[in-house]
């Protein structure tokens, strides 16, 4: 065997230790890219869901205004009420 023939076989058997070393690299990037897309879908969610809280806590706002004015004339209603019965 002349030293072309061993230098590449050392060669091939460092290629073919690199490539196996490297394999897994492929099955992570795609993670990665799977990863990407969740949290781009997670991070949109959290926006759709932030949006609805805000929408949610002005309804809120705007049903706690309505309770109390019911709540001021009933008060008034049940006072005249009683006034009207002599109590």
């Known amino acids: 065997m002349s030293r072309l023939d061993v230098a590449a076989e050392r060669f091939s058997k460092i290629l073919e230790t690199v490539e196996q070393a490297t394999a897994p ?6 993670a990665e890219a799977d990863g990407r897309a969740k949290i781009a879908e997670l991070e949109e969610e959290r ?3 932030l ?3 805000a ?4 309804e ?3 049903l706690a205004g309505i309770t109390e004015e019911v709540e001021g004339r ?3 209603a049940i006072s005249e009420i009683r006034t009207a019965l002599g109590r």
Do not use: Q
């Open 25 to 30: 690299l492929a099955g992570l990037r795609a």
């Open 47 to 49: 926006d759709r869901l």
């Open 51 to 53: 949006g609805r809280i």
């Open 55 to 58: 929408s949610l806590e002005e």
């Open 60 to 62: 809120n706002r705007a």
């Open 74 to 76: 009933l008060d008034g």
